[in-house]
Structures are given as structure tokens and as C-alpha cells.
């Protein structure tokens, strides 16, 4: 599935608080997953391997480093879990690393919000304007991630360049 994606990632000391700023527009709960993302040596973009209670999922993305609302290219491959797809990733591409956290996962329509712990790194809010369905354009995707910026009243000093996995080489 090929997905525009428009996206801003937060570092915040307390996520309840703004999960419960979030509660008070009444999203969709989809749950708390436990995810280990494996990221693997690339020539191009990022290709994680997702693994969790609750998303399970091959993603490719291309996504430039900056602090603000970003656009991404993704590719998602949705599947069953098994262990032969990782092996066979990490014989052949090797793995370049791996990040472990825990995820609450909310939506408000094609917005999710994800309410990150993260192993080693901390915690961070990530809202990611989805368009998997060619319905929105670009500047409607970044003008919904706009929106939420404003409502969680985060300062662009809070917002965070890279990937987590970027995070996570430099520590």
C-alpha cells in the first residue's frame, strides 16, 4: 500500500497530558502496543521491520530531517508475523538497529496519534496526517498536522529532526 503521509514528532516530558488533551476531542482508541522496530542497511530511505501486539508491518519510507511538519513516502506491507520474513531480512540486508518502545495508538479520522515510550530515548507525541486513498492533498495533510501542533500548544523547539532510529545511533 503506497501512503502520502504528513507528520511532526514532539519530544514531551509528560504524554498523559496530552493524551488527555486528546481525550477531550474523543478519538478512536486502537490500543498500547509493545513494537520493535527493526531497521535494516539500505542503500535509500529507511526499511523497518514493525513488530508488535497490534500493528505488524514491512515499511519503507523516505522522509527528509527536519524539525517541523514533514512529508513522507511510504510503502507498507501488512502481514502475519513470522519469523522467516526478519531472518531473511537480517541475512541479507543485515540489521542497522533496533528500537523498542511502547505506543498508544489514537485516531480522528485519517489522523493517528501515537503516544511514545521509548527504550533509552524517552517519551515523545507523533502525529502523522495519513492519505492512503489518494483523498487529500498535500497542503490539506500538512494543514491537519498544523492543526493538532496548535491544539497540543507545542513550541518548535519540542519538535524532533530524525527518526527515532537516528536518535538511537547517536546514543
Not at 515523545?124 to 498544523?146: H, R
Request: aromatic fraction near 12%; charged fraction near 30%; proline fraction near 2%.
Amino acid at each position: 500500500m503506497n501512503i502520502k503521509n504528513f507528520e511532526f514528532k514532539a519530544r514531551v516530558a509528560e504524554p498523559s497530558f496530552y493524551e488527555q488533551k486528546l481525550l477531550t476531542l474523543n478519538p478512536k482508541f486502537k490500543g498500547e502496543d509493545h513494537q520493535i522496530d527493526t531497521y535494516f542497511n539500505v542503500a535509500n530511505g529507511r526499511l523497518k521491520l514493525r513488530e508488535g501486539n497490534i500493528e505488524n508491518a514491512l515499511i519503507n519510507y523516505n522522509r527528509e530531517n527536519t524539525a517541523d511538519a514533514k512529508l513522507s513516502s511510504v510503502i507498507l506491507y501488512q502481514h502475519i508475523p513470522d519469523k522467516a520474513l526478519k531472518d531473511i531480512l537480517t541475512l541479507q540486508l543485515g540489521i542497522k538497529i533496533i528500537v523498542d518502545k511502547r505506543r498508544k495508538i489514537y485516531f480522528i479520522d485519517n489522523v493517528k496519534f501515537h503516544f511514545d515510550t521509548i527504550v533509552a530515548l524517552g517519551t515523545f507525541i507523533e502525529v502523522e496526517a495519513i492519505d492512503d486513498k489518494e483523498a487529500y492533498t498535500v497542503a490539506e495533510l500538512k494543514e491537519q498536522c498544523d492543526k493538532y501542533f496548535a491544539f497540543f500548544e507545542l513550541e518548535k523547539a519540542d519538535l524532533i529532526d530524525k527518526s527515532y532510529s537516528d536518535l538511537m545511533e547517536e546514543i
